[in-house]
């Protein structure tokens, strides 16, 4: 698999000005960039609203490739995609 992008679609600000995830999603990284989402994650969202995760996936085979402690939060969809990138 080519070079991908994890991403967060955020709810609402909450009162201490945090942005909750409300899901997780992978996204094929721009064309020539590594660290820039494309338009739609993997399961067909558009990328532009949310923000780009700073946790990166360590690449070692059979670890996941979102942050875990959002493991309960991770898009089927883009799980299927990403799961063995």
């Given amino acids: ?3 991908f992008v994890v991403v967060y ?3 609402e600000p909450a009162g201490d000005g945090r942005l909750p995830v409300h899901r997780v999603h992978a ?3 721009a064309p020539g960039m590594t660290a820039v989402p ?3 994650t993997f399961c067909g ?3 532009f609203a949310m923000q780009r995760a700073s946790w990166q996936p360590p ?4 670890s996941a490739w979102y942050d875990p402690q959002y493991a309960g939060r991770v898009c089927p969809a883009c799980d ?3 799961g063995d990138g």
């Fill in 1 to 3: 698999m080519s070079e």
């Fill in 9 to 11: 679609e955020l709810d």
């Fill in 27 to 29: 996204a094929p990284a």
């Fill in 38 to 40: 494309g338009p739609r």
């Fill in 45 to 47: 969202r558009d990328t």
């Fill in 59 to 62: 690449g070692q085979p059979g």
């Fill in 80 to 82: 299927d995609a990403a």
